[in-house]
C-alpha cells in the first residue's frame, strides 16, 4: 500500500504561479509512475502530468504543456507540480495519484489516490 497526501491548493489569480506537494509513504519502493489528476467540477477526473519514478521520464496533456511541470525527488518520497502562468480554466481539485504497474505514462490506470487539493483561479 501505497499513501498519499496532497498539499499546496489555494486561490491564486489568472497568471500565477503555484506549486502542489504530495508526500509519498508506504510501500514507495514498489512505485512505478507518479501523475497528478483534476476533476472539474462537472467533469470528469483526468491525467495532467505523470512522471516515471525511476528514471524521471514525463509527459504531458497539452493544455498544461509549458506551463506545469512535475518533477519528483526520490530520497524524500515527493512528487510536485509547478504550475505557471495559471488560467481560470485550471480551477480544479488537484490529486496526486502513484501506480506499481508498468503503464504508459499517458494511462489513467492509478491505484493509489491522496484526497485532493483545491486551486482556484480567479479571473
Known amino acids: 500500500q501505497v499513501q498519499l497526501v496532497e498539499s499546496g491548493g489555494g486561490l491564486v489569480q489568472t497568471g500565477d504561479s503555484l506549486r502542489l506537494s504530495c508526500a509519498a509513504s508506504g510501500a514507495t519502493s514498489s512505485i512505478f509512475a507518479m501523475g497528478w489528476f483534476r476533476q472539474a467540477p462537472g467533469e470528469e477526473r483526468g491525467l495532467v502530468a505523470a512522471?516515471?519514478?525511476?528514471?524521471?521520464?514525463?509527459d504531458y496533456v497539452d493544455p498544461v504543456k509549458g506551463r506545469f511541470a512535475i518533477s519528483r525527488d526520490i530520497a524524500s518520497r515527493m512528487v510536485y507540480l509547478q504550475m505557471s502562468s495559471l488560467k481560470p480554466e485550471d480551477t480544479a481539485v488537484y490529486y496526486c495519484?502513484?501506480?506499481?504497474?508498468?503503464?504508459?505514462?499517458?494511462?489513467?490506470?492509478?491505484?493509489?489516490w491522496g484526497q485532493g487539493t483545491q486551486v482556484t483561479v480567479s479571473s
Open positions: 495519484a502513484a501506480t506499481s504497474r508498468w503503464v504508459r505514462l499517458d494511462s489513467q490506470d492509478y491505484e493509489y
Open positions: 512522471i516515471r519514478w525511476r528514471d524521471g521520464t514525463t
